[in-house]
């Protein structure tokens, strides 16, 4: 693609390539990147009785509070972003329900109640986000071969090729995670105590916002 499109502008230099001028070419406006609000976790899609907690926002807002609030997530939080911006991240939203407050600021995989979090991660390329994909999230990275109850890879998962989903909905407590990729993002998503129906309609519905 990149080589035809450089073919084409280079013939267009000497006999014109299409009606467009190489001038208005060189003026058109690039897309802006897609915010990762645009794709976090949508309240919609869960339980009337979880709500919004105050610590979701913008990544770095995000860790900015849960240090304040002495959150046993921060330190473990804080690394995994800083080796995302490593890897090429530029811009990432948390956004996190629960039904019971304490519950907001509590570790990742030991709320009480039912809850849910989600972590969109914008990368610089598609490339970089797949290689953030391939490092894992907050210690969690299957392998592809692996093989577990409850634990899909790839289109398995019904998200991405690029996706691992591990559904322990089953069990007490009530565990779904999934993580992929899809374009520029990297996309996380933590479920406690909620049945599977609504994880996996969670989940569906952060995909399909991604352009």
């Known amino acids: 693609m990149v080589a035809c499109v450089m073919s084409c502008l280079m013939i267009s230099v000497v006999a014109g390539c ?3 001028p190489l001038a208005q070419l060189a003026a058109a ?15 919609d899609t869960l339980p009337d009785e979880l709500q919004l907690c105050p610590v979701s926002g913008a990544i770095d807002g995000y860790l900015q ?12 939080a804080d690394q995994q972003w800083m080796a995302m911006k490593r890897m090429g991240a530029n811009a990432g939203w948390v956004q996190s329900y629960a039904r019971d407050s304490q519950d907001c600021a509590a570790r990742l995989g030991e709320r ?26 907050l210690g969690l990275r299957p392998a592809s071969d692996m093989q577990a109850p409850g634990l899909a890879h790839g289109l398995q998962t ?13 069990k007490t407590p009530s565990v779904f995670i999934a993580y992929w990729a899809n374009r ?11 049945p599977a129906a609504v994880a996996l309609r969670a989940a569906a519905d952060m995909n399909s916002r991604v352009n």
């Open 18 to 20: 299409g009606s467009v």
């Open 65 to 76: 509070r849960l240090q304040v609030d002495g959150s046993p997530s921060y330190e473990l």
């Open 158 to 170: 019904q998200l991405t090729a690029d996706a691992w989903t591990y559904d322990q909905t089953d």
């Open 112 to 137: 009480l109640g039912p809850s849910a979090i989600s972590f969109s991660i914008r990368f610089k390329d598609a490339s970089s986000a797949l290689d953030g994909f391939g490092s894992g999230f």
């Open 184 to 194: 520029q993002f990297d996309l996380f998503l933590l479920t406690e105590r909620l």
């Open 29 to 43: 406006p690039h897309a802006a990147p897609q915010d990762p609000r645009s794709v976090s976790l949508a309240a």
